[in-house]
């Protein structure tokens, strides 16, 4: 069966310090693979996706970038947190069907706060 | 932006009652998704329902697709406490990307 990790759960980093959050999958093979954020109460927001091995999309210019080295892991960067980036931040990995896109798979999450 | 919406945003009910939410959306999909998210956890798959279905039945959930308005509805029924969650829909069309919505917060008073 398919699993989707994701680590830490919890950081808590200053302002202007790096950040890496990683996800992996295991029990499929070229997933789509996509970072969101959620900030408290609120939706999600797409930040970037990936359909293969050093494809990344992007949603929105930030300061994060994300990163794909390996066919079932996804990495979410920064090289400087700003307060604005505190969030819950979620990995997903997608089926697809025959007809188009089916359905995502949710890590657990890793909730940032920068102070 | 082809992102749904949900209404109400928030919704408190007794248990044992019917829950229902709504979703919106602004453009063609291929198929639209409900998902659960318990507080501070990620978001669990619940239901899909493609484009050419226009009902979905799930245990106690039931789905409702009406693309000529472009909107969608969750029913629970008979609520449990458990049932307490946030719930989105999610609408997608034949490219890589899942539009969510801003959520309903359901409570269920046990």
């Known amino acids: 069966s398919q699993t989707i990790h994701q680590w830490p759960a919890t950081l808590v980093q200053p302002v202007g310090s790096p950040l890496s959050l990683e996800c992996t999958v295991e029990g499929t093979s070229n997933p789509n693979l996509y970072w969101y954020r959620q900030a408290a109460g609120r939706g999600l927001q797409l930040l970037f996706y990936?359909?293969?091995?050093?494809?990344i999309s992007s949603e929105v210019p930030q300061n994060l970038s994300a990163s794909r080295p390996q066919d079932r892991q996804f990495i979410l960067s920064s090289k400087k947190l700003l307060l604005s980036d505190s969030g819950f931040y979620l990995c997903?990995?997608?089926?697809?069907?025959?007809?188009?896109?089916?359905?995502?798979?949710f890590g657990p999450g890793t909730r940032l706060t920068v102070l | 932006s082809q992102q749904g919406e949900e209404d109400p945003q928030a919704l408190s009910i007794q248990e044992g009652e019917n829950a229902t939410m709504n979703c919106s959306y602004k453009t063609s999909i291929n198929n639209l998704q409900w998902y659960r998210q318990n507080s501070g956890r990620g978001l669990v798959h619940l239901i899909l329902i493609r484009s050419n279905e226009r009902e979905k039945h799930s245990g106690r959930l039931r789905v409702t697709l009406d693309t000529s308005k472009k909107s969608s509805s969750l029913l629970i029924t008979a609520s449990r406490a458990a049932d307490t969650a946030s719930y989105f829909c999610?609408?997608?069309?034949?490219?890589?990307?899942?539009?969510f919505g801003t959520g309903t917060s359901l409570t269920v008073i046990p």
């Open positions: 997903a990995w997608m089926t697809r069907g025959l007809g188009g896109p089916d359905t995502q798979y």
């Open positions: 999610a609408a997608t069309n034949t490219g890589n990307q899942f539009y």
């Open positions: 990936s359909v293969g091995i050093g494809q």
